[in-house]
């Protein structure tokens, strides 16, 4: 059951920021790729739709990528399918497509209903092998393999490896019919937008917490995650991403319907100098004034393309080990700016919120994840009630 296209007017139901393969932090299959294998993926949707496509990224891939076949379904429990929702995925018509070194391509409209908060499962199919793999490192979700074609098997036993990562996978979206609305808001960020440190499979993120923050309060707009796990405001990083302007366009401006984003990005440039590790690079001593600077050109460009763009204050992270008085300086100075410029259309303060009252360097220990720097699942859910619903 596929659909023409053409005439769609498609909304974003899931998107991710899409990496390097590298080894990450978790085990996962990105350095090795796939051959004569299926993976299965469960995506959280927002908003609704009955129809679906998704987009496929072969960006850091350095050959060609055959997808030997795609199919998608509501999904059960773990890499379970619903009853009869299993739905083969088409690409011009065609069950496979080759995407270009460096490529992305969406699939045909698939006639599938889903509704806001639905969890969806994409399974892809790879007959030959594909080299290494375009993926998002931390999803905090399962993502499941098995041997051989299985995308229309609805008996989770037959996928018995797993991993906590996203393969090739950059977005799904949604049709209803209706216009494009103007009423999706991208969270960017490193790994506290990311969900670092939530519960894997319990979409603990703060991006899940505002959602439904937002849909009890009658205002239920498509929130969406473009955080990257150890990303970097003014540096690439082989590891964590492109710097956040190079990134910005594609993983915020070019998002259907995009209205607002919400930026919290910056921890890591101040923290890596702290650091000698070969993962934590580049890692140059940035001033508080380069952050600064770094923070203006995503306003100007989120203004130019007509979206409202908030900061977010740097939370505090004393005991980690980033933290120096030459970093807490950093964080101090950078959040004096973004609360007090006027630059940004509003301010999510972030750090006032998770605080600890008696010492306000450090994240309160009730939301801190055990690192110091990250948030737990609690801690996720005050950073979402630290946003104005207005300001969005």
């Known amino acids: 059951m596929s659909s023409n296209t053409n005439s769609v007017s498609w909304q974003a139901g899931w998107i991710t920021s899409v990496q390097r393969p590298s080894v990450g932090f978790h085990k996962n299959w990105a350095e090795e790729g796939f051959g004569g294998q299926t993976v299965r993926q469960r995506v959280r949707v927002a908003g609704s739709g009955t129809l679906a496509r998704i987009k496929l990224s072969n960006r850091y891939g350095s050959a060609p990528l055959e997808v030997s076949g795609a199919s998608i379904a509501r999904a059960g429990e773990g890499a379970a399918v619903a009853a009869g929702s299993l739905r083969r995925l088409t690409f011009g018509g065609a069950e496979s497509v080759r995407i270009p070194a460096g490529g992305e391509v969406y699939s045909d409209a698939a006639e599938l209903t889903a509704a806001a908060f639905d969890t969806l499962t994409v399974s892809l199919y790879f007959a030959r092998p594909t080299g290494p793999a375009t993926f998002h490192a931390q999803a905090w979700a399962t993502a499941y393999r098995a041997a051989g074609e299985q995308l229309g098997e609805v008996d989770p036993a037959v996928f018995g490896e797993t991993t906590v990562s996203w393969y090739y996978l950059a977005a799904v979206e949604l049709a209803d019919g209706g216009p494009v609305e103007r009423d999706a808001v991208v969270l960017f960020g490193d790994s506290i937008t990311d969900g670092f440190g939530s519960t894997v499979d319990a979409n603990g993120r703060y991006s899940d917490a505002l959602a439904g923050i937002l849909a009890s309060e009658g205002r239920p707009l498509r929130v969406l995650n473009s955080g990257i796990g150890g990303n970097l405001l003014l540096n690439d990083s082989e590891w964590f991403g492109e710097r956040a302007g190079a990134r910005f366009q594609r993983d915020v401006l070019d ?18 100098s702290e650091v000698d590790l070969p993962t934590y690079k580049p890692n140059p001593d940035n001033a508080a004034d380069a952050l600064i600077a770094g923070y203006q050109e995503l306003i100007a460009r989120a203004h130019a393309a007509g979206v409202r763009i908030i900061g977010g204050t740097v939370l505090p992270f ?12 950093k964080r101090r100075a950078v959040n004096a700016w973004i609360r007090t410029s006027g630059a940004f259309d509003a301010v999510a303060d972030f750090a006032a919120a998770m605080a600890d009252p008696e010492d306000p360097d450090a994240l309160a220990p009730a939301y801190d994840s055990g690192d110091r720097k990250h948030p737990g699942d609690e801690g996720y859910r005050v950073m979402a009630r630290a946003i104005d619903p207005a300001a969005l």
């Open 255 to 272: 998002v259907p319907g995009v209205r607002s984003v919400v930026v919290l990005v910056g921890l890591n440039d101040i923290g890596f």
């Open 318 to 329: 004393k005991g980690s080990e980033y933290h120096t008085p030459a970093a807490e300086a």
